[in-house]
């Protein structure tokens, strides 16, 4: 079993920051791509950004400059700083993880959900 914890969202103001961090715990052998999904409301949920094992990255047009995505492989944790939000960003934000589990076996799974509102 794996489990993933979300935690990092709220409230914050245009132009402010914010990081969320997923944390991935069970019966993990190893972890390949981690990224971030966002869905708002009325809306298909959209990659914002993935990183692979090695540390590449990639990210939404719409975010690029602004948010970063990172790793920590010994705490099998991927972060999100958000910098300079616009109300555009709010969203559920969804960590997405896919590696393998103690069996061998592939598997990919997303967080809960935390919710990101960009409001004055």
């Known amino acids: 079993q794996v489990q993933l914890v979300e935690s990092g969202g709220g409230l914050v103001q245009p132009g402010g920051s914010l990081r969320l961090s997923c944390a991935a715990s069970?019966?993990?052998?190893?972890?390949?791509?981690m990224g971030w999904y966002r869905q708002a409301p009325g809306k298909q949920r959209e990659l914002v950004a993935a990183?692979?094992?090695?540390?590449?990255?990639n990210y939404a047009d719409s975010v690029k400059g602004r948010f970063t995505i990172s790793r920590d492989n010994g705490k099998n944790t991927v972060y999100l700083q958000m910098n300079s939000l616009k109300p555009e960003d709010t969203a559920v934000y969804y960590c997405?993880?896919?590696?393998?589990?103690?069996?061998?076996?592939?598997?990919?799974?997303w967080g809960q959900g935390t919710q990101v509102t960009v409001s004055s």
């Open positions: 997405n993880v896919e590696g393998l589990d103690g069996l061998g076996s592939l598997f990919v799974h």
């Open positions: 990183i692979t094992k090695g540390g590449s990255t």
């Open positions: 069970g019966t993990i052998f190893s972890i390949n791509a």
